[in-house]
């Protein structure tokens, strides 16, 4: 099978796994876990933040910010297609108890005035408006890379009105590495970050929430009350250390083969690239061949492909260190060959 489902299939290297079984540990509920205070400290560091903790999904991290963010009744700014909207099974609404307040984005970016506009004056009638959501890079908007002065200006924004800004990275090394910016360029317009160890960096576990020193003190009791407080978790920080330390240049190589991909199925006369490609994800546009995407994904199937639907006719493949140039070139022969 060649599997372009997700970054998130990575199996744990050779050198992470040693490093798992050999993990100095203690219990991290105490705030003993040497592993992962040493995770908690690098990844701070890396991303200009004062604090850091280690959250076991991309997801809890996420709502872990939206928790300590928010209150009841508040409303969040995001785009319509956000993950944390998207993708997150109302945990914003179920959790936080805040309501989504959608913006249309156009490739993941997000209108500065559309975002001015959506933010509540003080009225009586009205929710808050307690945070600002940002996805960098954008999943729905096809991996897009956000530059930094497009954050920016959104930052700026949120300043004059004094809302935290929170971006969910979970695959913001991607951006940083297309983009060729230090990962502080784009933190430093976010107030807390979220990113992912177990997606193209290949950790098995856990991602990493950062920002403000008194927010992760308080992200750290909503980790405890939603069950996320782990003992000797420094067994998955070892691995998350060499994702942080090892892993990331490499990210150019997914991004290279997700242009080989892309450059290959645009010869079908019946397919279209979707997107810009500007890292590990290539959306398809199947809407020529006459297939629902489930179809086509059969179709993929019986090739011993592995892709997902992104809508009734969009496909979405996804590049990662466990595929080789072989692979890629094979997965583009087997499907340049589909008659529809
Ligand atoms: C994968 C992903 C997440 C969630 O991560 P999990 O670890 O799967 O919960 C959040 N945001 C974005 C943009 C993602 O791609």
Partial sequence: MIDLRSDTITKPTKAMREAMYNAEVGDDVYGEDPSINKLEKLAAQMLGKEAALFVTSGTQGNQIAVLTHCRPGDEIILDEDAHIFFYEGGAISAFAGVQPRTIKSENGLLCPDKLKEAIRSDDIHFPDTSLICL????????????????????????????????????????????????????????????????????????????????????????????GGGLRQVGILGAAGL???????????????????????????????????????????????????????????????????????????????YDLNKQQIEDAVQKILSFEF
Avoid at 149 to 164: D, G, Q, R, Y
């Fill in 135 to 226: 996805e960098n890079t954008h999943n729905r908007g096809g991996g897009a890379a956000i530059p930094p002065s497009h954050m920016e200006k959104l930052f700026t924004v949120a300043n004059e009105h004094n809302i935290p800004v929170h971006l969910d990275g979970a695959r913001l090394f991607n951006a940083a590495v297309a983009l060729n910016e230090p990962l502080t360029e784009f933190t430093k317009y976010t107030t807390t970050v979220q990113i992912c160890l177990s997606k193209g960096l290949g950790a098995p576990v856990g991602s990493i929430l950062a920002g403000p020193k008194d927010f992760i003190q308080k992200a750290r009791k909503w980790r405890k009350r939603l």
């Fill in 242 to 320: 060499i994702a942080l330390n090892d892993m990331v240049d490499r990210l150019a190589e997914d991004h290279e083969s997700a242009k080989a991909l892309a450059k290959g199925l645009d010869k079908h006369p019946q397919l279209s690239i979707a997107n810009n490609v500007d890292t590990n994800i290539v959306l398809i546009d199947i809407s020529k061949t006459g297939k629902h995407s489930t179809e086509f994904i059969d179709m993929l199937k019986k090739a011993e492909i592995l892709a997902v639907p992104f809508g009734p006719s969009t496909v979405r493949f996804t590049t990662h």
